[in-house]
């Protein structure tokens, strides 16, 4: 016969800490994190979506707004049951969706990090060029869309010398639908203009910013370290807008040291609430 006594029971659960939602850049997946998830998995749990449209999660037709991208995140998080706050990753569109997450949700977020992302929306030409390659889009393919940004997407180190990471970011842009494009696109043209919240962020951030970034110039992360109170720029020599990508050891050296000054922060906080 079992003698059932009420008893406090130990037990180990690795996703205790931190959670980090790591949300991915335009037009990209989930799979730009995998030089992240195998060096941070020790440091934290990662949580990384594949936004609607892109990647392995379903071709959801338009209109997507930055608000809509940012509540699929959040609604993911309360899915997966992670207790707030966690810390918020984003790279430039997932930067602009951490902004909205920040703006609207800011007592689930514990940190920031923020990579090849900027604070300003549109100017009226980028609005303009957003809608160019809507119709390039629709007309002509991912395929268009691919030629030309893809050189971009990287320094001219990277495109010289790593040309097997050239065909891996191509294989993700592939992978995503043009609902996705046109999607993220236009919720990218509308999006808000984040600059007058930044000297109100309260959590510790941390910027990172590839040196040669041809998408986002790096004098944007500067000035948004500046408007930030509690933040630092990291910048990464001969890195341009995927720095993760293109030189991993140095921007998960970066995050490492952030997560560990989050968690101490955290568990100084708990201790003197006890
Ligand atoms: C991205 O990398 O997510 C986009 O290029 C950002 C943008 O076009 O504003």
């Not at 007592?107 to 100017?123: F, K, M, P």
């Amino acid at each position: 016969m079992n003698d059932q006594q009420d008893f406090s029971m130990a037990f180990l659960d690795t996703a205790d800490g931190l959670t980090t939602l790591m949300i991915h850049g335009f037009p990209l997946s989930s799979a730009l994190w995998q030089p992240q998830i195998e060096d941070l998995k020790h440091y934290t749990r990662i949580i990384a979506p594949d936004l609607r449209g892109h990647g392995q999660s379903d071709a959801v037709p338009g209109p997507y707004s930055i608000s809509l991208l940012a509540d699929d995140c959040v609604d993911l998080m309360g899915h997966l049951n992670v207790a707030p706050p966690f810390v918020v990753s984003g790279l430039s569109m997932g930067g602009y969706i951490a902004f909205e997450i920040y703006r609207r949700y800011s007592e689930h977020v514990g940190g920031l990090i923020l990579t090849a992302t900027r604070a300003a929306g549109d100017s009226e030409d980028g609005k303009i060029n957003r809608d160019k390659t809507i119709k390039l889009v629709r007309e002509q393919g991912i395929e268009a869309l691919i030629e030309g940004m893809l050189p971009k997407l990287v320094s001219s180190k990277t495109a010289a010398s790593q040309s097997e990471l050239m065909l891996f970011i191509q294989d993700m842009m592939m992978e995503t639908s043009v609902e996705g494009v046109v999607g993220a696109l236009a919720a990218m043209r509308d999006r808000p203009d984040s600059t007058s919240m930044l000297n109100q962020i309260q959590v510790p951030t941390l910027i990172i910013h590839g040196q040669d970034d041809q998408i986002i110039p790096v004098a944007e992360a500067k000035a948004m370290a500046k408007e930030i109170p509690n933040a630092e720029l990291v910048i990464i020599p001969g890195a341009g807008h995927v720095p993760n990508l293109e030189q991993p050891d140095s921007y998960n050296d970066a995050v490492i040291d952030f997560l560990d000054s989050v968690e101490s922060a955290w568990r100084q906080e708990e201790s003197e609430d006890e």
